[in-house]
């Protein structure tokens, strides 16, 4: 399989982060549950994986990094904790349905104002148009720092002082990004980062969380168990602990946590999101030009400013059926359709076709590329 769906999830892991897991699923017990030593160990390997997440997020606070089950369930529990009602919320045509649907059940449940700014024919954020909705008294801002259909980055911390300059809060969905894209809330002055571990991340699914600048107050979403405070009527009030009800999945930060390690060892962030560029430009190059194909994103204005995918689509054929042809003949394995984004589809003119996104990763390599591409420039020809 040329494997092409990175944006998904990375299907290949490091194999310190398969061993890692394997390792944790007949040693760890219940973090928080006890002192017993499977108990402590699954503890210690919660708060390892905790300052390394903070490390790679610039987060002052490793306390403040909460671990939920994804960046959906993040995405949910910082909406969902922050906004009150009647509050005015700006986000952005950009966004996945993680950020749109929480905000459109905010709206119907606590009169809550979504406003969305708009984007250029290349999918790349107005950010006029932006701060133009942000008025004051707007509550917070939600953005991607990566468009999960074109890969188009968005400059993240000039949204942040936008959203300050008003006095709201920034929430920033980095699950394109985190682990690929160097992250600094300290110096980019982000409020809420969340992100989710088994994309760029390169860990397991079920892995992810939320980290949160020091003074910002997000209600707990969901109580429960928290293994501390049992008498208390509603979820503790304290870091980590408002934001983790029930049993944390130490097996998978297991993965996480040495998911980071290899990040760390390979050269950071940095390193990972250069050869997924290097591997998606050079897919850009092999089909642009060629006759039907069109490439959508930022990659003929400035590929600076695009992260690993390409997305595209050939002639007007649907984009089901190219990545199905791309799946059978050429084992091309890549995701069509809608990709939980709508409105982005719909400031492109895709809603009916959808786009074919290849996304790629650390393990992506130059054949495998060279090999998608003969196989677009075959479709495109037939």
């Known amino acids: 399989m040329i494997y092409l769906d990175n944006a998904a999830t990375t299907m290949r892991k490091p194999r310190e982060v398969v061993d890692a897991v394997c390792e944790a699923m007949g040693s760890l017990g219940n ?33 403040h990094v909460c671990f939920l ?6 995405l949910n529990a910082a909406l969902s904790g922050l906004v009150e009602p009647g509050d005015r919320v700006v ?19 606590r009169g809550a104002e979504v406003a969305y700014a708009g984007c250029d024919e290349h999918g790349l954020l107005d950010l006029a148009d ?24 968005v400059d993240v911390a000039r949204v942040a002082r936008i959203a300050h300059a008003a006095g709201a809060l920034c929430v920033v969905d980095a699950s394109q990004t985190a682990g690929a894209v160097p992250i600094d809330m300290s110096e980019m002055c982000l409020d809420v980062v969340c992100f989710t571990g088994h994309k760029a991340l390169m860990a397991p699914q079920g892995t ?14 969901a109580e429960g168990g928290s293994g501390v405070r ?13 934001m983790e009800a029930g049993t944390l999945n130490a097996h998978g930060l297991a993965g996480l946590l040495a998911a980071a390690a290899y990040i760390e060892k390979v050269g950071g962030p940095a390193a990972v999101g250069a050869h997924e560029h290097a591997m998606a430009r050079r ?8 006759p039907g194909v069109t490439v959508y994103g930022a990659w003929d204005v400035d590929p600076e400013l695009c992260g690993g995918i390409v997305a595209l689509n050939v002639g007007d054929l649907d984009s089901g059926e190219v990545a199905d042809a791309l799946a059978q003949g050429w084992g091309v394995a890549c995701r069509a359709g809608a990709h939980c984004a709508p409105l982005m589809h ?23 590329i060279d090999a998608a591409v003969a196989a677009i420039r075959t479709i495109a020809s037939e």
């Open 91 to 109: 986000t952005t045509v950009l966004e996945h349905n993680s950020v749109l649907r929480p905000l459109a059940r905010l709206a119907d449940e």
């Open 130 to 153: 932006l701060e133009r909705l942000v008025t004051l008294g707007t509550r917070l801002v939600a953005v991607t720092h990566g468009s999960n259909v074109t890969g188009n980055l």
């Open 346 to 368: 719909r400031a492109l003119g895709t809603e009916r076709q959808g786009i074919v996104r290849l996304s790629c990763g650390w393990f992506t390599t130059e054949d495998e």
């Open 208 to 221: 992810g969380g939320m980290a949160v600048a020091e003074g910002v107050d997000v209600r707990p979403w």
């Open 31 to 63: 973090a928080g549950r006890g002192a017993s030593a499977g108990a402590l160990d699954a503890g210690r390997v919660v708060l390892r994986c905790r300052e390394a997440m903070a490390r790679l997020l610039g987060c002052p606070r490793a306390d």
């Open 69 to 74: 089950a994804n960046s959906t369930a993040a």
């Open 283 to 290: 897919l850009y190059e092999g089909v642009r030009g060629v």
């Open 230 to 242: 049992s008498f208390e009527r509603r979820q503790p009030s304290e870091w980590p602990t408002r």
